[in-house]
């Protein structure tokens, strides 16, 4: 209170707490048998119950606040709701206030497009070196298994939407969604060319990486790898924050002129076709490997069932690599065998992912008027598989390495490719999920191969390879360091000793 209040001030405050005080003490009267009921036992034991699974949530809440997933779809039904409701005939969000966002989306649309061939040399030449260097047979074998899975998954997607969707989105067509009238428009635009086209990055990308496989490590490896890792921090601190943002522009464009709910309905039809695929591929590639290595495929499905909701909650393969590491060998495979399968294919094996971008691709072309022939189709599904090989095993890393092929290879414009990325990011969890799952079963057909023990038949370079602790490699080195064979071996050995 002012220490020389006014007349008027002073009559006013004297006047509301008269008005307050009985208020107050009504309330004081009140709270006595209340607090008397509460610290009865069983309120009392509710109260120790409720604070317990407070605390136990805790951590939860905190991992989803940080997911990239809540914030995609926190965006997403933001702008439905305030894009959808009407004062007087006018939208809650003022059309001058929508442009504000509509400029940070097309800003960012921008950078996206300049980041794409950067992104595509920085994360698949020195994949594509690492292995064409052929440290040995188990390592070629292990790729191949994970590629031929997921050119399986592409493929069994493609035959099921060409079955499926034609019917399931007849009468949907969603063509004008890219520049409808009415929508949202940009204050300002800045052009950020990309330094060379998208297909140009691709093939620079295998010359380079066969190249460096052939020839001694050095300073162009080095660089590299160096550049992979400014490439996933860009990703991780970059354009994965701001994904949420830009996914709110453009679903509020989207509810300008209502076309949000088409799009809305026909994503939700193609979500549950994503779904039941998902579980499709899983019984195939544990029936597949469970009749090679003559084990229970439903037992040794259930048995990966910890990864699979582990995934589905942190949205990275890399992440679930200790629980993915454990159930594998519940299931009975040889510790060197999952110790070096587990977090290979945590990289290289994305069946789950790339069955979710051919199935939102195949359903944006049919709705939106695009035309692709099969011949295409067929050449993304391969092109695809060898992104997915180099794409970081970080939250929405498959789909922002995929954005290349998206818009070179199929035609998609900076709308269709953010709508894209929207829906994948949603769906994320699920996708990493089927990835992480369907690593155990190629580490049942890679231990079956092995004979299920670690045996060298003449080839020091098999005993490296099967005794190689992969997980300590991941704990002891970083991605920006180069590590021969020697120095790869050395290190899991040290951190063995070590514990």
Known sequence: MPSNPSSLTRRLLAAVWRILFPIRWLLALLWRPVRWVLF???????????RSFAHRMAPVIRRLLHSILTWVIGAILLALLLGSIRIGGHPLIPKPVGNVFATFSDLFSQFLSFSIPLIIIGLVTPAIADLGR?????????????????????????????????RLLAGTSLADVSKPEGALSSYFTVEMPPAVEVMTALLLSFVLGIGLSMVPRGVLRKGFIEFRAIITRLIERLIIPLLPLHIFGIFLNLTYTGAAGAVMKALLRVVVVVLILEVVILSIQFLTAGLIGRRNPIKALLTMLPAYLTALGTSSSAATIPVTLRQ?????VSDA???????????????????KIFSFAFAIVLTQGLHVSTTQWIGFIFMLGITMVA????PGGAI???TGLLSSMLG???QQVALMIATYIALDSFGTATNVTGDGAIAIIVDRMAGGSVNDEGDPENVRELSFDGMAYLHAVSVEGVVSPEELEASAA????GE
Do not use: E, Q
């Not at 040995?136 to 399986?152: D, M, P």
């Open 391 to 394: 794409a970081p095993g970080v």
């Open 494 to 497: 040290a951190t063995r000793s």
């Open 412 to 414: 998609f414009n900076d």
């Open 400 to 402: 922002m390495a995929a």
């Open 40 to 50: 009865l036992p069983p309120f009392r034991w509710c109260g120790r119950k409720l």
């Open 328 to 332: 594998t060998k519940k299931n009975g």
């Open 134 to 166: 052929g440290a040995g047979k188990w390592l070629g074998i292990t790729t191949a298994l994970a590629y031929a899975s997921t050119l399986f998954a592409g493929f069994l997607t493609f035959v099921v939407c060409a079955a499926t969707f034609p």
């Open 337 to 355: 065998v999952a110790s070096f399968t587990v977090p290979l294919c945590a990289t290289i094996h994305l069946a789950g992912s790339t069955s």
